[in-house]
């Protein structure tokens, strides 16, 4: 497989906390193309169909440029994992430009200053 591109949908081999099981999910690729030219790894942030407590972007198939999901999902921006290129067993899809904005705005808010 290519290098993966910011904005698409691929599919992982992520392993579960206990490092011993892991589950086939989609992932969010959101590291940028230098970036995934230079590293081993690429940066992703986790998609589920389960509705997170906290900082999610709901993700349907009208988000999507191209390939689809089975089902609404929802990006966890506070999910973000570094892993190996080779984790990925195929591409299913890619974000439209409008949602990636919706995505890394929601991760800044991550990061922004505390507010007193």
Known sequence: MTDPAQGSIVLVD????????????????????????ISRDFIVIKIT????????????????????LDHPSY??????YALEKELIC??????????MQEIRNRVLDLFSPDEE
Do not use: C
């Open 14 to 37: 992520f392993s579960y906390s206990d490092q011993i099981q892991s589950k086939m999910r989609p992932a969010l690729v959101v590291s940028n193309t230098r970036y995934n030219r």
């Open 49 to 68: 169909s389960r509705k997170p407590k906290l900082m999610e972007v709901s993700l349907k198939n009208d988000d999507l440029l191209a390939g689809s």
């Open 75 to 80: 990006i966890q921006a506070d999910g973000i």
């Open 90 to 99: 195929k591409s299913i899809g890619d974000v439209r430009p409008e949602k």
